[in-house]
């Protein structure tokens, strides 16, 4: 089973608007880490918010919201006020404390397009 | 400060031929992972270095990648008998620790290409 999901292969969204990318995860830990990053065509893997499993409110980060259900499993990521600029891939990725070197697992990514 | 660096950006070979993929991580971190990133996929593991060791080596796919880092800063990853399959981009990453809230940050990564 894939331990992360990401069912949007693209989204389109208005500038200005805001944005939800899916991302479920699979694990039978407690403990785990929820990641999502950025990825521009240049290519770098940029961070943008953390969720960790025994926080208790949704993370955030300026324009990045992390929308965490634990009971389904789910760490949607919520972009608000659309800019150009966030045209890119977005991966989701999860830490778990059952494997022993906690390596980040990755999502297959949702590409993402902002309309002027 | 300066971020994790890969060098050579890009990288053509032929079948058959050997590869080294240089990663510089940002100074500090004890922790640096080589991913494999083929198009229109998320990044795949390779392998996890705790300073100079090589603590998780499971997501190698065969004994012709081999990686170092003997300093426990540098790290090089190896390709023997490179085959067309292994046209990739190569993800490097460093994390300043290894918690469950450590986020990783990446180079711009090596592109690939065996023909």
């Given at each position: 089973a894939q331990k992360i999901t990401q069912t949007q292969p693209g989204m389109f969204v208005q500038e200005k608007e805001a944005v939800t990318l899916d991302c479920t995860y699979d694990t039978s830990d407690q403990s785990y880490g929820l990641f999502w990053y950025k990825q521009p065509s240049s290519g770098e893997m940029i961070f943008l918010i953390?969720?960790?499993?025994?926080?208790?409110q949704n993370a955030t980060e300026g324009r990045y919201s992390l929308n965490f259900q634990k009971?389904?499993?789910s760490a949607n990521l919520v972009i608000s006020a659309s800019q150009l600029g966030d045209s890119a891939m977005y991966f989701c990725a999860m830490r778990e404390g059952n494997r022993g070197s906690y390596i980040p697992t990755f999502g297959r990514g949702t590409s993402l397009i902002v309309h002027p | 400060g300066a971020g994790v660096s890969q060098t050579p950006s890009n990288k053509v070979t032929e079948k058959g031929k050997y590869v080294?993929?240089?990663?510089d991580p940002i100074s500090g971190h004890t922790?640096?992972?080589w991913y494999r990133q083929s198009l229109g996929q998320g990044p795949e593991f390779l392998i996890y270095f705790q300073g100079t060791g090589a603590a998780d080596d499971s997501g190698l796919p065969n004994d012709r990648f081999f990686a170092?880092?003997?300093e426990g800063s540098v790290s090089t990853l190896k390709i023997q008998r490179t085959e067309r399959g292994d046209s990739a981009v190569y993800l490097c990453a460093s994390s300043l620790g290894q918690g469950?809230?450590?986020p990783l940050h990446f180079g711009n990564g090596t592109r690939l290409t065996v023909t």
């Open positions: 953390y969720q960790g499993s025994y926080d208790e009971a389904r499993k | 080294e993929l240089r990663c922790a640096l992972y170092v880092r003997p469950l809230n450590s």
